[in-house]
């Protein structure tokens, strides 16, 4: 008897996951849902059209490799792409056979299409016929371009995703696009930086950005002053509508209705929409379904914490960009070794250091630096990540975090290489292939192969293992 669906689908995420990075795999991955098996085809359900794509260009041998793995070579693969959204042209459910011979091009096979049966939106009507439009500010930080947005993998979706719709707003397949992410990730430097491309690739647009208590204040006022219909009509009139922390709407009823009617009056007519908030679609409270639903029609892009090399390029960047270059290469390391959590915290805390040794007259070295990031960032436990882990065994040998990234085979840096990975693995919930990946660009195999034998020195060395025991120890402190 063969295995269920979920069962062969949950055995297939379990190599992909060993294959790609954790950012991606939660990004392309964690959202698919299997529906069933039918004759050696497996139906899987992507959330839009974009995902089909996505999928297809970038982890297809991938795709294939493992379902023929579980269901043998004549295995095949089916889509199902739901697009909940309202009636126009890109309203469709589609359904691709995948063939497994070799890889192609889906995208220019016919599909097999059929519209969605939801009732037509109500006319709104507050729209005044023959308004023309104002000179609107756009309330834009000229700092916050993509030139001074690092990317990196924590924000590549959500960056390349942005790139393309400021090239071409309200006309592709992300819009909205819903950024979030916790607080201090740029997700507001990232949404700005869309605003700022359009206007620069498209002058005529009227672009908008505005807090969401910006927003609620301004609604109340019109209630107050009987001028909702004004208030209605103008965000109306936006062709680029930026609404940052869309969360703070949660429980504001009234004020979410007529965000609701808004968000469908533009989306409509193709003008793009860009939100942000703290947490997902799924995950946000108080914030009525429809409005959730209308969240999900384009792309929902995680921002999420800054990697180890993510830090120290936004600091290099930080100081190239204010003109200084005497400062240390360790003292950066140490910035973003201690600084994990936070883009914004990051920048603060080297603009104090910078400041505070100007100001006393003293050399930047990282004693300096230890003195002042211990009086200015609050004391947490320590992020138990890979970067934490290898700057701790590097720190322990005598290294530097370049030499462990390297491809020397020197006896004290390959074990060093295998120390750092031994812990990695069993103290972080990162998978082999991210693993791989932070420390020496090594593939699943190469951290399995450096497990296995760490704990095989551990248990016939003794004086090894006692050395992983400080390391250890050093590691939780």
């Not at 209630?223 to 209605?232: A, H, S």
Request: charged fraction near 25%; include cysteine; hydrophobic fraction near 40%.
């Amino acid at each position: 008897m063969k295995a269920g669906h979920e069962i062969v689908w949950n055995n297939c995420l379990a190599v992909i996951k060993d294959n790609i990075p954790q950012i991606s795999f939660k990004t392309w991955f964690d959202p698919i849902v299997a529906l069933k098996i039918e004759n050696d085809i497996l139906t899987i359900q992507v959330p839009s059209a974009f995902f089909y794509e996505y999928l297809e260009e970038h982890f297809i041998d991938l795709l294939r490799s493992t379902i023929r793995k579980e269901l043998g070579h004549s295995a095949k693969l089916e889509y199902s792409v739901v697009v909940d959204a309202p009636h126009h042209k890109n309203q469709q459910a589609i359904t691709q056979r995948l063939p497994s011979n070799n890889k192609t091009d889906l995208r220019n096979r016919p599909m097999s299409m059929q519209l969605n049966s939801e009732k037509p939106l109500v006319t709104n009507p507050f729209v005044i016929p023959g308004i023309k439009k104002l000179n609107i500010d756009p309330r834009l930080n000229s700092d916050y371009t993509f030139d001074n947005h690092i990317e990196g993998e924590c924000n590549r979706l959500a960056r390349s995703a942005g790139m393309a719709v400021a090239k071409n707003p309200g006309k592709t397949a992300f819009n909205p696009l819903f950024l979030y992410g916790n607080s201090g990730l740029g997700k507001t430097h990232l949404a700005q930086a869309i605003g700022i491309d359009v206007k620069k690739y498209f002058p005529e647009k009227t672009v908008l950005y505005v807090n969401a208590n910006k927003f609620q204040t301004q609604f109340t006022e019109s209630v107050r002053n009987n001028t909702q219909n004004d208030f209605l009509n103008f965000y109306q009139m936006i062709d680029v509508l930026i609404i940052d922390d869309i969360q703070e709407l949660a429980g504001k009823v009234k004020t979410q209705n007529t965000f609701f009617h808004i968000f469908n009056h533009l989306h409509q007519m193709s003008k793009q929409l860009i939100l942000t908030a703290d947490k997902a679609p799924v995950d946000m409270k108080g914030m009525e379904d429809r409005l959730l639903s209308r969240f999900k029609w384009g792309l929902s892009a995680d921002v999420q914490m800054p990697d180890y090399e993510t830090r120290v390029a936004i600091l290099k960047h930080k100081l190239y960009k204010d003109g200084i270059t005497l400062i240390q290469e360790e003292v950066i390391h140490y910035i973003a070794t201690n600084i994990t959590q936070n883009v914004r915290e990051l920048e603060g805390a080297l603009i104090s250091l910078l400041a505070q040794a100007t100001l006393n007259k003293k050399k930047i070295t990282c004693d300096v630096a230890k003195t002042i990031i211990d009086k200015l960032v609050r004391k947490t436990s320590k992020e138990l990540s890979v970067d934490f882990i290898q700057q701790t065994v590097c720190n322990y040998f005598g290294l530097d975090m370049n030499s462990l990234q390297s491809k020397t085979r020197k006896r004290e840096i390959v074990q060093a290489r295998q120390v750092a990975m031994y812990f990695s693995k069993s103290l972080t919930n990162s998978s082999l292939s991210n693993i791989g990946i932070k420390i020496g660009k090594k593939d699943h195999a190469t951290v399995l192969h450096a497990c296995k034998t760490v704990n095989n020195m551990i248990e016939t060395d003794k004086e090894f293992k006692s050395v992983i025991q400080e390391i250890e120890t050093q590691i939780k402190m």
